[in-house]
């Protein structure tokens, strides 16, 4: 079974902290991709990578920073977290072919106090 | 610009009913692939089904089926004799071929299944 894990499922942090969100897949998986959701508005595409040390900027990358060096490993980064960064993150691993259905992570819950 | 509306915020039913969950799309492309993810309340995303745009057949799994229609751009889900289990927010989703290992989500609908 394909598995993405993520760090933490809840995780608190405050105001200006910088805040690291870790995603690992165990499948191969060149794909890899952050979201985030928020009540009304689905899931929204922060950023996206195709490749190891390869990254693209999704529909709302502002804010975030992501960072690849292992195939498995895709890491969100909030350089100075602020409150309205408070939502649900969630991890995906995909294949790059036409059968390019998402494996999704748990979630990580951050709330910004 | 691609865009997906799940027009139903939220869905109450009792167990046993039949519930339709609607979703329509906008794409400029003529190839693109249309997705269905449930997430529980334990939050992980599980993929249901994926379609492609040249195949309009209905799809029957179990208690599920789909029915898409490239005349009215929908393509809805149908549960049938929804039970408990089914309580969850259901996506849905669509890729187009220019990059189709993107996906755009649509904002979800929420579905309780009451005993």
């Known amino acids: 079974d394909v598995k993405v894990t993520q760090s933490s499922r809840y995780l608190v942090k405050r105001t200006g902290e910088k805040v690291f969100l870790e995603c690992v897949q165990d499948m191969d998986h060149e794909n890899m991709f952050w979201y985030r959701q928020d009540p009304g508005l689905g899931l929204r595409l922060i950023y996206f990578?195709?490749?190891?040390?390869?990254?693209e900027k999704g529909d709302i990358p502002e804010g975030y920073s992501v960072s690849r060096e292992k195939k498995e490993r895709f890491s969100l980064i909030l350089e100075s977290a602020s409150t309205n960064q408070t939502s649900m993150y969630l991890c995906?691993?995909?294949?790059?072919?036409?059968?390019?259905?998402?494996?999704f992570g748990p979630g990580t819950r951050l709330t910004v106090l | 610009a691609q865009k997906v509306t799940q027009a139903q915020t939220e869905i109450s039913v009792v167990e046993k009913e039949d519930v339709t969950l609607d979703c329509v799309y906008e794409t400029r492309d003529t190839t693109y692939y249309l997705f269905w993810y449930k997430q529980p309340p334990s939050g992980e995303l599980v993929f249901l089904i994926r379609r492609n745009s040249f195949d309009e057949q209905n799809e029957i799994s179990g208690r599920y089926s789909w029915n898409f229609q490239k005349s009215t751009s929908s393509f809805n889900f149908t549960i049938t004799a929804s039970q408990v289990v089914d309580s969850a927010v259901y996506f849905c989703?669509?890729?187009?071929?220019?990059?189709?290992?993107?996906?755009?989500f649509g904002t979800g609908t929420r579905l309780l299944v009451s005993p």
């Open positions: 995906a691993s995909s294949y790059p072919t036409s059968r390019n259905e998402q494996f």
């Open positions: 989703a669509l890729s187009e071929a220019v990059d189709f290992q993107k996906l755009v």
């Open positions: 990578s195709y490749d190891v040390k390869m990254k």
